[in-house]
């Protein structure tokens, strides 16, 4: 079985994010960049379902500007066997990305997808459940177990108040949860290996895809900070604060 | 707080931009490692650092090492870490491909031994003193040694030692002990007593290969009568699996101010079966394969540490509030301003910084001369960077770790009381970087190395592959005005190497006056020459930098501060050095 893994390069959890001053996105420039974390998390499952003999071949799939070569080979250094790049330099929205992704999904054939639940940095959460619909496959979202038995995925999906249990007939889309698995560091051999594992470059034209943004953002700004908490002396000073000076009861 | 996210920007900044590795690599033969590789191979190893090796720092230090019955267990996670470093594959980074090793060169291996060393001192002991051993090995084992041994330690299941130090011979090797007795099977019987040996005894490997210095029944006196020999602690089967122990037991571990996680060993050898390494009598010089990639590495320890020192100290005074700006608040919605508005805290954040980029700097040009010295494409490179190794050593070790002690114990400062309490792990960096400046020849002694056998040494020639270089630079750049501080200090540096050329030769005992003045002289127009090259990279790259100016601007900031600031102790030094030993040697040892 085939196994495709998007990838997205996103900035590095670690980097505080600082809104541009024009306020039309967060800085970018000399920021590092890195693998969305739940991305590597599926990249890690895609990885173990390979080594346990489950998956043949896994390719990464990777959209956004040439740099994004790299988030492919930190997954090629993962253990994924080879790269799709499909260059561009617009910020495709979930759905044009779930259109790509559909579009190479005809193309190789895979028994299944697995993805992040959401990327990190604007938290969409929407680009697995637009390709399941778009392809018409079953999806398992929030994944936190899977298991292939046959052409059936049993995934075990984190969801509010608990666990759900989904099969699903192959081929599906499974999105990572953070408790899926803990993501592997690639090996020294690896990484030199990675090197030399292929990437195949594409534009989404090749794909029938216009990656153009169809949403207009207005502005972007912080967050308000945070005002200092107050320490009151008793319950009904704190009932009486509600009451009449947040106006929240 | 232990602050630390490996540099990579100013790592790929060295390599790449300043040092010029595309072309270097070129030279030694290694077109095959691209930038994107080594870019790739940074990335992996800062992860692993900080996620990895950084988590069991202070808990290694706090708890320490334990010693029961001649066993010792390191710290807990130490175990787990060290499995997954070797099953990472990192053990066999610069090692030869002959013996299972990645072949990469050492520009990139230092780097990432920087970063193990930033990450977790105590941790990077155990598979450097493995490296120092496999290139000991390398240069004087028998090919059969080299078969049997080496691939296993290059895979990290077995680490390696260095014996040297007993009781009563630290410095002075001449006094060594340890006696090994031949057999009719070709093998040693070795016999004697080791302390303060590194990772002498653990429980990270299946075995430990130790590398011991003892004397041949027939051997001369003093240091022309020792030899080496390898002694593990398991000896192989057949089948080059750890068999029957071996005769040499762990008899203690040492309680010390730091480097709590490293176990430092007395190491008792009792008719223990060894095999010579090298040739008879000439074991110093084996040994010194090691000693000296171990200086360059104790000096790498050093930056790695204050690394770590800096992040933590700019990570505090961000957030630190007290007081105000002088020039007024500079956070009125803050009940005082954070203390990185003060004048002296920023002089301390600046001069950490310096020395720190400056260091840097200079690892990645001997890192290079590393290669050539090995790769070089030809005799005459080759040679030309073997003599620049040998001048640099002494220099990089103790330079690199004086300043780190001085930059950790600044960083400290920044914290305040809050360093000196145990909480924020800035005491243990201070602890830490302590010992670099003790083990593998204390930097007394690598100053007299400096000042006794490399500037004489072929009649100075070794000074050539640091003075033309430099001396070039300021002669193309004389218009720039910014070219004086380093001119002014290069001038003194002539003046001081010809003056103890002089003086020396009538009385050693004013050479050796002068050595570690010299050494800190000479060391700081290393780092002067490095930050003005640094200078020019940075200006050519401003124009059309977009975003990283603000990198390129800030290199330039730093370069000013250390040639404003730090650079001018050059004239300080050569008055020293000048004044002689008269005041130094004069009162009788009663009089102390
Ligand atoms: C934590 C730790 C780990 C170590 N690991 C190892 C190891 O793995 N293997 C190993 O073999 N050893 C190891 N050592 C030993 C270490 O290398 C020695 O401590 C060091 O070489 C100094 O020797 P010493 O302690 O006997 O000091 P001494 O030789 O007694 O020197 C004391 C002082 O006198 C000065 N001095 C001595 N002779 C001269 C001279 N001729 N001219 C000028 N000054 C002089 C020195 O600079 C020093 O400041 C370790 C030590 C420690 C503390």
Redesign the pocket.
């Known amino acids: 079985m085939k196994l495709l893994v998007p990838v997205k390069r996103v900035v590095d959890y670690n980097v505080k994010v600082r809104v541009k001053s024009d306020q039309t996105g967060v800085e970018l420039t000399g920021v590092k960049m890195s693998m969305n974390p739940f991305d590597e998390i599926a990249v890690e499952e895609a990885v173990r379902l390979k080594e346990k003999g489950i998956a043949a071949e896994i390719v990464a799939i990777s959209i956004g500007p040439a740099a994004c070569g790299e988030t492919i080979r930190t997954a090629l250094a993962m253990g994924a066997d080879r790269g799709i790049l499909v260059e561009t330099e617009a910020s495709p929205e979930p759905l044009a990305v779930a259109k790509m992704l559909r579009a190479i999904a005809e193309r190789e054939q895979p028994g299944l997808v697995i993805m992040g639940k959401q990327a990190i940095d604007d938290d969409m959460n929407a680009t697995g459940q637009m390709l399941a619909a778009l392809l018409g496959w079953p999806q398992g979202t929030f994944a936190s177990k899977v298991e292939i038995a046959g052409d059936t995925a049993t995934v075990t999906r984190e969801v509010d108040g608990g666990l759900e249990t989904v099969a699903l007939t192959l081929p599906a889309v499974v999105t990572a949860d953070l408790r899926l698995n803990e993501p592997r560091y690639a090996s020294l051999p690896n990484i030199m290996k990675a090197r030399k594992k292929p990437i195949e470059t594409i534009k989404p034209a090749d794909l029938g895809v216009d990656p153009a943004p169809r949403l207009t953002v207005l502005k972007v700004t912080e967050p308000p900070k945070r005002q200092a908490g107050r320490k009151v002396g008793s319950v009904a000073e704190l009932v009486d604060k509600l009451r009449n000076e947040a106006k929240v009861i | 707080m232990q602050i630390y996210n490996a540099p990579l920007r100013d790592m790929r900044f060295v390599m790449h931009e300043l040092h010029g590795s595309a072309a270097h690599l070129d030279r030694i033969g290694k077109s095959g490692v691209t930038s994107e590789l080594i870019d790739s191979i940074l990335e992996e190893a800062g992860k692993f650092a900080s996620e990895v090796l950084l988590p069991i720092n202070a808990s290694g230090d706090e708890e320490g090492c334990h010693y029961e019955n001649g066993v010792v267990r390191t710290p807990r996670g130490f175990k787990q870490a060290y499995d997954q470093f070797r099953e990472s594959g990192w053990s066999a980074l610069a090692a030869p491909a002959e013996f299972g090793g990645q072949d990469l060169p050492d520009i990139v291996g230092k780097m990432v031994e920087e970063m193990q060393c930033s990450a977790n001192l105590s941790f990077s002991l155990y598979p450097g ?1 493995t490296q120092g051993a496999t290139l000991a090995l390398l240069g004087h084992g028998s090919d059969e040694l080299k078969a049997r041994f080496l691939p296993k330690m290059i895979e990290g299941v077995w680490s390696g ?5 007993e009781a009563h011979c ?3 090797l001449g006094l060594l002990r340890t006696k090994a007795v031949p057999q009719e099977d070709g093998s040693y019987r070795i016999t004697g007593a080791k302390i ?3 990772s002498g005894e653990h429980d990270l490997t299946e075995n430990i290969i130790h590398l011991v210095l003892a004397r041949l029944p027939d051997a001369p006196k003093g240091v022309k009568g020792i030899s080496m020999f390898l002694v593990p602690k398991f000896l192989p089967t057949g089948d080059n699996k750890p068999g029957p122990r071996n005769g040499v037991t762990c008899a203690g571990i ?1 309680h ?1 101010m730091g ?1 709590k996680a490293s176990a ?1 060993c007395q190491l008792v050898f009792e008719d223990a079966v060894g095999w010579l390494v090298g040739e008879p009598n000439r074991g110093l010089a084996a040994m010194f394969t090691m000693m000296n990639a171990e200086r360059l590495s104790v000096g790498i320890q050093g930056l790695g540490v204050a690394e770590t020192a800096y992040q933590s100290a700019v990570h505090y005074a961000r957030e630190r509030l007290q007081g105000r700006a002088l020039s007024g608040p500079r956070r009125p919605d803050l009940a005082a301003d954070p203390i990185i508005v003060h004048p002296d805290v920023r002089r301390t954040l600046m001069t950490i910084r310096a020395y720190v980029e400056g260091c840097r700097a200079l690892s990645g040009w001997v890192a290079q001369a590393l290669d050539l010295e090995k790769l070089g494409p030809d005799p005459e490179t080759r040679r030309a960077a073997e003599d620049f190794v040998a001048l640099m050593t002494p220099v990089v070790k103790a330079l690199f770790t004086d300043l780190a002690f001085e930059t950790s114990s600044m960083a400290l400062q920044v914290y305040g009381g809050h360093g000196y309490i145990r909480d924020h792990g800035m005491e243990q960096l201070v602890r830490d970087a302590r ?1 670099c400046m ?5 930097n ?2 690598q100053a ?1 190395d400096l000042v006794g056998r490399k500037l004489p040494a072929h009649m100075g020639r070794m000074l050539r592959g640091f003075f033309h270089p430099v001396q070039a630079f300021i002669e193309a750049n004389a218009a720039d005005p910014r070219i004086m501080p380093l001119a002014r200090a290069f001038g003194a540096l002539q003046q001081a190497t010809a003056h103890i050329a002089q003086a020396g030769l009538k009385d050693p005992e004013e050479a050796g006056a002068a050595a570690t003045d010299y050494l800190r002289l000479l060391g700081l127009v290393a780092l002067g020459y490095m930050w003005a090259r640094t200078t020019q990279v940075a200006e050519a790259k401003l124009p059309t930098a977009n975003g990283d100016a603000s990198f390129y601007q800030s290199k330039l900031t730093t370069a000013q501060f250390f040639n404003e600031r730090l650079l001018p102790q050059a004239g300080a030094l050569w008055t020293a050095i000048k004044a002689g030993k008269e005041s130094m040697m004069a009162l009788d040892s009663a009089a102390f």
């Open positions: 003193l030692t260095m014996n040297l130090t630290g410095t002075d303060f040996i590194s040492e010390k480097l430092t010992i003790i083990y593998e020849g204390a007394g002694i007299l």
